[in-house]
């Protein structure tokens, strides 16, 4: 292989392929619909709007909701 190498210059690299965009669709519909997900659980999930009852997910997220500014008392 030194010798291929001395020879040519250039070794051999593999060049990766690009995944084409109607593959990865479906993972960044998933992963958005995650973060939506997860945006109200931390910023909305509590009084009117509330799926869960009590104050549990609340508790849960609580540190979560001050560190990326949203209110809650």
Sequence with gaps: MTEA???SGNPAVAQPTPIPLRELMP???FGGLL???AIYFVGA???ATSLVPGMY???FVHDGRH???FPCH
């Design 5 to 7: 190498v001395l020879k």
């Design 27 to 29: 993972w960044i519909i």
């Design 35 to 37: 973060l939506l997900l």
């Design 67 to 69: 560190l990326l500014g």
């Design 57 to 59: 997910v609340h508790e």
């Design 45 to 47: 999930e509590e009084g």
